[in-house]
């Protein structure tokens, strides 16, 4: 199931949401295009995304035209009732969320899910298609989440996979990680930015959302508080999925507790920050924040990295109290903090489903909604698109450096040439970060039959590889891409490639991101990015050689802190001797009880600290407490260090 916009917000919204921030991640060093192609060209990170000029927000003022008042409307309005409302504050009102004018009047009149608050702020509230595809006028009073379960639309044992406990889960919903790992899961530990997927409930619920309720539940699939196998496997499915979604960014999609620090921003120099998706099977609060059962998530518009009040403007919300498959879920979340990253809907004139396009083809747009596996970021490079947002381009931070907060791309691994081939590929496998990114590896000398495959993501990949093997004169002796279809219908086929040949003397591997065809029938490379595993055989050179967890670190020392304050201990460690094959990316410090030298079951765990660091002031409870340290790559965990002799924090 997908997001569909079915309901008309518009004058009888009752939904009050409080400001929120739309602090815009496109403000950059602007370049003109060539002579005649309309284009604009942002630098980033040695690297270049062009939109229509059409899309700058060439009539925003440098400074607001007026001061709005905090409660500019006495609830959230969308439509032509939120037009005119504004009246002539339409434009500050733009302006301070970042569009034009005339943007801003489009998208109010087009998509009603959006809305204006009472402080001038934007908001989405996302919804999905009413069993039978009847739609949904949002006047019915049986609309509300906490309405008669018989009204249900998965209440039907045939519609819903969740309905019946005794169900099993399909194979794309197997958990592929042990059970103990489901909240620890890292997509890139150590990454300054943090999407939080949080399933575990909350009492941390932002100021600026109605709802009077002091908590949120967890996600559940049943009635039982522990987290089922079942939901377990659920969990990892949506981190798989959303990981992939976010893979060209340095940023780390986590389902592990990063804490306060990780996430909140305090001002303009702090630069580490992110935000939080809440999963959660709550219906009052659900009831509370949405206007219909179908709502499957809200959030604020451009709040990533605003400065002021981040944590009143958190969290973005997913509900599942209705909808619960790990499809829906992780569409979900990836909808919802591209919101926050100040994306729009993409959508198609003339289409049947306002406000959100299905795509066409397996192809769906993140931010539209429909049943295509092959769901990537776009551009809106479709004929008929009502939204030309370059989706990577606004969320990356185009002046690394400046204050302005988004997103930034991950660091190449491999060039693009032969002459620049890198020698291995990084445990965590390669990455394809931009539609101009292609990556070269040198295999060593081969000889006799050579056979190389690249794999994308294990599900639903966003990236569709060609593969070629290359001669060291850059002769192509091989070439694969075959044609992506719907597979499963949660992951397409034909997305990996393999080239096998008879081949003697020095190859080299070459993976790039392709598309299928014209981006109205099919896709085209924009949003083919995505992780890859590379495997070789034939070969004697790094592709393929085996890599690693690191060695364990070293404790050094561990002493109590200073007099006063604070109870503490300090830790000093070194890097482990060896890194496995592939660059450590943080460490985690493990705190344990003891009772002269036996270990009490009583043990604590930091969060994961960054990879330059080898010193760390824990505040600790008091008793005797002896530490280990974990080193972390994309592999894994090392195993711990040797335990630190027990010491008393003071």
Avoid at 296 to 310: K, L, M, N, S
Wanted: proline share 8%; net charge negative; aromatic share 6%.
């Amino acid at each position: 199931m997908h997001l569909r916009n079915v309901v008309p917000v518009g004058a009888l919204l009752s939904l009050v949401l409080g400001p929120l921030a739309a602090a815009s991640t496109t403000a950059a060093t602007e370049s003109p295009g060539s002579p005649g192609t309309g284009t604009t060209t942002y630098a980033a990170s040695g690297w270049s995304l062009e939109r229509p000029a059409a899309e700058r927000p060439a009539d925003l003022p440098e400074v607001l035209p007026e001061v709005l008042p905090d409660r500019l409307l006495t609830r959230a309005v969308g439509g032509r009732a939120a037009l005119l409302a504004l009246g002539d504050r339409l434009g500050a009102v733009a302006a301070l969320n970042g569009r034009t004018t005339g943007r801003l009047r489009h998208l109010l009149l087009s998509d009603a899910t959006l809305v204006v608050t009472p402080s001038g702020r934007l908001a989405y509230e996302d919804r999905i298609a009413a069993a039978g595809g009847t739609g949904d006028d949002g006047d019915d009073p049986g609309d509300d989440p906490g309405d008669d379960p018989g009204d249900d639309p998965g209440d039907d044992p045939g519609d819903d996979p969740g309905d019946e406990p005794g169900d099993e889960p399909p194979p794309t919903e197997e958990a592929v990680f042990p059970t103990s790992e489901t909240f620890r899961l890292h997509s890139r530990p150590g990454a300054e930015r943090t999407i939080h997927l949080d399933f575990d409930g909350t009492t941390d619920i932002g100021s600026r959302w109605n709802t009077a309720a002091p908590a949120a539940a967890p996600f559940s699939l049943d009635d039982d508080p522990a987290f089922s196998h079942r939901e377990h496997a659920t969990i990892q499915q949506v981190w798989l999925r959303v990981a992939e979604d976010f893979a060209p960014f340095d940023v780390d999609v986590t389902t592990e507790d990063p804490g306060r620090a990780a996430l909140a921003r305090n001002g303009t120099d702090d630069r580490v920050f992110g935000t939080r998706a809440q999963v959660t099977s709550d219906v009052p609060v659900q009831g509370d924040l949405c206007s219909s059962r179908y709502c499957t998530g809200v959030a604020f518009v451009g709040v990533f990295d605003e400065p002021e009040e981040h944590e009143a403007l958190q969290p973005a919300w997913v509900f599942t109290a209705y909808y619960n498959d790990a499809t829906t879920i992780a569409t979900t979340v990836s909808h919802e903090v591209g919101h926050t990253l100040g994306l729009d809907h993409d959508d198609k004139a003339d289409d049947d489903v306002q406000g959100y396009y299905p795509g066409h083809a397996n192809w769906t747009p993140l931010m539209g909604s429909g049943p295509g596996p092959v769901s990537q970021w776009s551009n809106g490079a479709f004929e008929g698109s009502r939204n030309t947002q370059d989706d990577l381009a606004l969320m990356i931070d185009r002046d690394p450096d400046t204050s302005a907060g988004g997103l930034s791309l991950v660091p190449d691994e491999a060039g693009a040439t032969i002459a620049s081939a890198a020698s291995f590929v990084p445990v965590s496998g390669g990455l394809i970060t931009h539609r101009h990114d292609v990556d070269v590896y040198a295999l060593g000398t081969c000889s006799g039959e050579v056979t190389v495959r690249a794999a994308p993501a294990r599900v639903s990949p966003n990236l569709d590889i060609e593969l070629q093997v290359r001669d060291a004169s850059g002769a192509v002796l091989g070439r694969d891409d075959p044609p992506s279809t719907r597979g499963d219908g949660v992951t397409a086929d034909g997305m990996g490639a393999t080239v096998s040949l008879q081949a003697e003397g020095e190859l080299y591997a070459r993976v790039d991101g392709v598309g299928t065809g014209d981006p109205t029938t099919a896709y085209d490379d924009y949003g083919s990015l995505g992780r890859y595993t590379l495997s070789v055989s034939g070969c004697d050179g790094g592709a393929g050689t085996a890599t690693t967890v690191p060695d364990s670190p070293t404790v050094k020392k561990a002493k109590p802190g200073r007099k006063g304050g604070r109870r503490t201990a300090k830790l000093v460690w070194r890097a482990p001797a060896t890194d496995g094959g592939a660059p450590v990316t943080g460490y985690v410090v493990l705190a344990h009880k003891m009772r002269g030298s036996e270990q009490l079951a009583r043990s604590k765990g930091s969060k994961v600290l960054r990879p330059g660091r080898t010193r760390k002031v824990l505040r600790m409870p008091k008793g005797r407490w002896a530490f280990q340290v974990v080193a972390l790559n994309d592999l894994g965990r090392s195993e711990p260090s040797k335990r630190s002799r027990a010491i008393r924090p003071r």
